[in-house]
């Protein structure tokens, strides 16, 4: 059985960092291409930024560009967020999940499957 559990939110104030954990297992091939999305209140869940099963290769939401870096660790098929210059706009439910469909570079919620439960990040001003 594939799943993800996201463990490292919190909160803090605005400027500072936090770094998300998505522990993934049963993937004996390795990990796939993997992802970080947010969801807000009253908002739909957006993706934030992907990591390449093959080769690692990186994609970014605009909105994260810059202040945001994914990364992974194969062996222990933990995909991190590192999470920079943080504002209360980023305040949201984060998840990670598996791409099982979609482009290339896609951050389409609607082209994941295996959604971890989730953890919070609440950024004050």
């Known amino acids: 059985v594939q799943a993800e559990v996201e463990s490292g939110g919190g909160s803090v104030q605005a400027g500072g960092s936090l770094r998300l954990s998505c522990a993934a297992s049963?993937?004996?091939?390795?990990?796939?291409?993997m992802a970080w999305f947010r969801q807000a209140p009253g908002k739909e869940r957006e993706g934030v930024a992907l990591?390449?099963?093959?080769?690692?290769?990186?994609e970014y939401a605009s909105s994260v560009r810059g202040r945001f870096t994914i990364s992974r660790d194969s062996a222990k098929q933990t995909v991190y967020l590192q999470m920079n210059s943080l504002k209360p706009q980023d305040t949201a439910m984060y998840y990670c999940?598996?791409?099982?469909?979609?482009?290339?570079?896609?951050?389409?919620?609607?082209?994941?499957?295996?959604w971890g439960q989730g953890t919070q990040v609440t950024v004050s001003s």
């Open positions: 049963g993937y004996i091939l390795g990990i796939p291409t």
């Open positions: 999940a598996t791409q099982a469909t979609g482009s290339y570079y896609s951050l389409s919620p609607n082209d994941y499957r295996n």
């Open positions: 990591i390449r099963g093959d080769g690692g290769s990186t």
